[in-house]
C-alpha cells in the first residue's frame, strides 16, 4: 500500500491495481498535464495537474465503494477506472480538446484504445481486469459508470474542491463527506438519499459560482482561445499528427509551438502573457442564433471576413462561441418523501442558476491591442451587433482589480 500526501484529502492510501497503475507510463504523463490549462495566467497557483486530480478521484471513489458496501472485482473495476479516468486528455486538459476530437473523433473520456497496450494493459492483465470493461466505466456506462462520470460522480466533487484550493477562491467549496455518504443506488440508478435536496444544490451553486469566476474568467477564455488558435496552426503547418498531440502533454505542445515558425509568434505571446484584448464581449441575447449554433467551419469563415473588413492579418482576429447555456447538474436525482426526483423539479434553486447563467454568457472578439477597436468595429458589421452597447459593457467590467488581471 502506498500513502500520499494530498492537498485536499491529506493522507490518500492506494493498493491493489491502482498502486500498480500510478507508476505506468499513462498514468505519471499527467504529472505533466495543468488540470486548469491556462487558468494559471489569472490565478498564479493554479497549477495542480491532472495527477493530483486522479489520485483525488480514486480517494472519493474508494470511500463512496465503502458506504456502498461494495467490494471484490467490481469494486476493483471502478478503482482502475478512478485512476485512470484522465489518461485521454490532451496537453492542457479541456484546452485543445475539441481541436484533437475533430481530427481524432476521441473526447478525452474515450480510452479504449489506451488500454489495449503497454504498461496499463500488463497490469490490468496482472489483476484479471477486462480493459474494455474498465473504459465503459471510464465513459461513465453501466451503473457504476454513474460513480465516474455522471451527475453525482465523485470526478466532479474532487475537481470543485481541488480548483477552488488551488485558485484561492472560495466558491467551489463542497460537503463531499456529506456528498458520499448519502449516495445510493436506486433502480439502478444514482441517487442522493433522503434529506438532501440542499447537499445536491450545493454541488450545482459550487460549478455555477465557480464557471464566471475560474472556468470562463475573461482572461482564461483569451488565452485558452489563442492556445487553440495556435494548435490549429501547428497541425496545418503538418508540424504534428492530430494523434501525436492527443499524447503531448503540456511541455511537448508549449516546445512544438515555439519551435514551429508558424506558431512561434503565439508562443511567445503566451510564454510572456502579451494576450489579445476583448475588441467584443456580447450577451446572449445581443447575439443572432446562426452564430450562437455555429460550428467550427462557419466560425473560421466569420473570423476572416472580420479580418478583411478590418484590413488585418487573418491571425490578428479570434471568435470565441462559447456553448448554449447549460446545467447538467439539474438532473442529478435525490429521494424526497420516498421518491426519486430529479433536482430540477425539486428545487427553485435551478431556475434562478439557469437565469444566471444565461445572463453570464458571452460571445468574445479577440484581437492584438493595436487593432481592438477596428476588428471590434468590423466584428459588429460582420455579426451583425450593436457595438455601442457592447463597447460600454466591456468598459463597464474593466477594472484594476482581479477581474482584468
Request: hydrophobic letters at 40%; a negative charge; proline letters at 3%.
Amino acid at each position: 500500500m502506498a500513502t500520499i500526501k494530498d492537498s485536499v484529502h491529506d493522507h490518500i492510501e492506494v493498493d491493489g491495481v491502482a498502486e500498480a497503475l500510478l507508476d505506468t507510463p499513462e498514468v505519471q504523463r499527467l504529472r505533466r498535464i495543468k488540470q486548469l490549462g491556462t487558468v494559471e495566467l489569472v490565478y498564479p497557483s493554479a497549477n495542480h495537474t491532472r495527477f493530483e486530480h486522479s489520485l483525488g478521484v480514486y480517494h472519493l471513489a474508494t470511500r463512496a465503494l465503502d458506504h456502498l458496501n461494495m467490494a471484490g472485482k467490481q469494486a476493483e473495476r471502478v478503482r482502475a477506472a478512478a485512476i485512470l479516468h484522465d489518461i485521454g486528455h490532451a496537453p492542457f486538459s479541456h484546452n485543445v480538446e475539441g481541436i484533437v476530437a475533430r481530427h481524432t473523433g476521441k473526447m478525452h473520456d474515450d480510452v479504449g484504445d489506451l488500454l489495449e497496450s503497454g504498461e496499463v494493459a500488463r497490469v490490468l492483465a496482472l489483476h484479471d481486469l477486462d480493459p474494455d470493461r474498465i473504459a465503459d466505466l471510464v465513459a461513465g456506462k453501466g451503473e457504476l459508470g454513474q460513480l465516474v462520470s455522471g451527475e453525482l460522480d465523485v470526478d466532479r466533487m474532487d475537481y470543485l474542491v481541488r480548483d477552488a484550493h488551488h485558485t484561492g477562491v472560495p466558491y467551489g467549496t463542497i460537503d463531499h463527506g456529506r456528498l458520499v455518504r448519502e449516495l445510493r443506488f436506486v433502480d439502478g440508478e444514482l441517487v442522493l438519499a433522503s434529506g438532501n435536496v440542499q447537499t445536491a444544490e450545493s454541488l450545482l451553486l459550487a460549478r455555477a459560482l465557480m464557471n464566471p469566476v475560474v472556468y470562463n474568467h475573461h482572461v482564461a477564455r483569451i488565452s485558452k482561445a489563442m492556445l487553440r488558435e495556435a494548435t490549429q496552426k501547428l497541425l496545418a503547418a503538418d508540424a504534428t499528427t492530430p494523434e501525436e498531440l492527443r499524447r503531448m502533454d503540456d511541455r511537448d505542445l508549449t516546445v512544438a509551438l515555439r519551435n514551429c515558425e508558424a506558431t512561434a509568434g503565439f508562443a511567445r505571446k503566451l510564454d510572456v502573457r502579451q494576450l489579445y484584448k476583448r475588441a467584443i464581449w456580447a450577451e446572449l441575447h445581443d447575439v443572432p442564433d446562426d452564430i450562437v449554433d455555429a460550428d467550427h467551419e462557419t466560425i473560421r469563415e466569420f473570423e476572416a471576413a472580420i479580418a478583411e473588413r478590418a484590413d488585418v492579418d487573418p491571425e490578428s482576429v479570434i471568435l470565441d462561441v462559447p456553448s448554449r447555456p447549460a446545467m447538467r447538474e439539474s438532473t442529478s436525482r435525490v429521494v424526497v418523501n420516498g421518491e426519486v426526483r430529479q433536482l430540477g423539479t425539486q428545487s427553485t434553486l435551478v431556475g434562478a442558476l439557469r437565469r444566471a447563467q444565461r445572463e453570464q454568457w458571452r460571445l468574445g472578439v479577440y484581437a492584438p491591442e493595436a487593432f481592438e477597436e477596428q476588428v471590434g468595429q468590423a466584428a459588429e458589421d460582420v455579426l451583425g451587433l450593436d457595438l455601442d452597447a457592447l463597447v460600454v459593457d466591456v468598459r463597464q467590467g474593466v477594472n484594476a482589480t482581479l477581474d482584468e488581471f
